[in-house]
């Protein structure tokens, strides 16, 4: 059983930054599709950034120029790296990661906050 656990939230200013990591317990980052999802309160879960296993990398238009997603694969970990900060990226953050079309694998999620 794949387990991915997520850190580095927290409460931050607007413009600030902050840098989310995922750790997965198997050897999966290199070989799927990886990423990072977030659900705000009363919203719906909704993409942030994703990247293949051949590297290419896609953002929703929410994101693109402030959030960059990067992957360690030697030590099965996933990075957000997320600039210039808003309040409407109030959100919790999950990793995740599809190996099939049928099995994804979630994280717990990670509480971002970020104060106006």
């Known amino acids: 059983q794949v387990q991915l656990v997520e850190s580095g939230g927290g409460l931050v200013q607007a413009g600030g930054s902050l840098r989310l990591s995922c750790a997965a317990s198997?050897?999966?980052?290199?070989?799927?599709?990886v990423g990072w999802y977030r659900q705000a309160p009363g919203k719906q879960r909704e993409f942030v950034a994703s990247i293949t296993s051949g590297g290419s990398t896609y953002y929703a238009d929410s994101v693109k120029g402030r959030f960059t997603i990067a992957r360690d694969n030697p030590r099965n970990t996933l990075f957000l790296q997320m600039n210039s900060l808003k309040p409407e990226d109030t959100a919790v953050y999950y990793c995740w990661c599809r190996v099939t079309s049928l099995i994804d694998y979630w994280g717990q999620g990670t509480q971002v906050t970020v104060s106006s």
């Open positions: 198997g050897s999966i980052f290199s070989r799927n599709i």
